[in-house]
């Protein structure tokens, strides 16, 4: 399986703190049946910094550690960057990392409690620039909660989005749980990936998601996430089903 969204890169934000640390967590991502993992630092959310080069100077030593250790699992570039309004002088000056810096996709983080007013205006700019924004843990954002419509509004722009895996198997909570269900039957996500932090509250169950999604939609579902990922690493487009509508409350009710 591969993994598109981990804080694996040591000491760099609230995910790993140590090598040490590193090395167990990807121990623990392969023994969850993950190959291939993208470490995707947070960049400019208010509390970190991680610009292009540190990340990549980083992710060769995480991968030669893992190579002297025998841990079978390939590191690749990524970053999750927080939406700012200036996202395009970053770009300009190098500092923004896409997924394995091929220019194509990149993960982008609103804040937890809102949407901001430039955020469609963000997403089709990239988009002009040729760089898909894919939405990571919209399930998690409090103004998407109240306004399905918004979601489904930027993914209607262009964009794409990323669960994540504890969601949807209800580490936090049954409020999120179930709006990754609704984002999940409306057309509205295209991948999952754990955005693992430690081996505590945050770790690999990106198989018991996917053994969840089997259950309530289908295998087929399944492999629909599954390939996207896959896509990702192979350079190629990820499928993309039609976004559903949600409908208009009746009575307070969907």
């Known amino acids: 399986m591969i993994d598109i969204h981990c804080h694996i890169l040591p000491g760099v934000d609230d995910g790993s703190a140590d090598m040490k640390e590193s090395l167990h967590m990807a121990k623990k991502a392969v023994e969850a049946g993950i190959t291939h993992l993208f470490a ?10 991680n610009v292009k080069i540190d990340i990549f100077d980083r992710v060769v030593r995480l991968n030669e550690s893992l190579q002297q250790n025998y841990i079978p699992l390939t590191i690749h570039l990524g970053q999750e960057v927080r939406i700012h309004r200036d996202i395009f002088t970053s770009l300009e000056k190098g500092e923004i990392l896409t997924l394995d810096d091929n220019g194509t996709y990149l993960l982008l983080e609103l804040p937890s409690g809102r949407v901001p007013t430039y955020t469609q205006e963000v997403i089709y700019e990239l988009l002009l620039k040729g760089i898909t924004p894919i939405i990571v843990h919209p399930e998690r954002n409090k103004e998407l909660i109240e306004n ?6 930027l993914v209607q722009e262009g964009a ?18 179930s709006f ?48 996207n990922a ?19 409350k009746i009575l307070g009710i969907f």
């Open 180 to 227: 990754s269900k609704k984002i999940i039957e409306h057309n509205l996500a295209h991948f999952i990936a754990t955005d693992a932090h430690n081996m505590n509250s945050r770790g690999f169950t990106l198989q018991e998601a996917y053994e969840t999604i089997t259950k309530t939609y289908g295998i087929e579902r399944a492999f629909y996430f599954k390939e």
């Open 40 to 49: 995707t630092p947070h960049h400019l959310n208010e509390k970190y910094v």
């Open 148 to 153: 399905h419509k918004l979601l489904f509004e």
């Open 160 to 177: 794409l989005t990323q669960l994540t895996s504890g969601s949807i198997i209800g580490l936090f909570g049954k409020n999120i749980k």
């Open 230 to 248: 896959e896509k990702l690493i192979k350079g190629q487009s990820p499928s993309i089903v039609k976004p559903a509508p949600f409908k208009k």
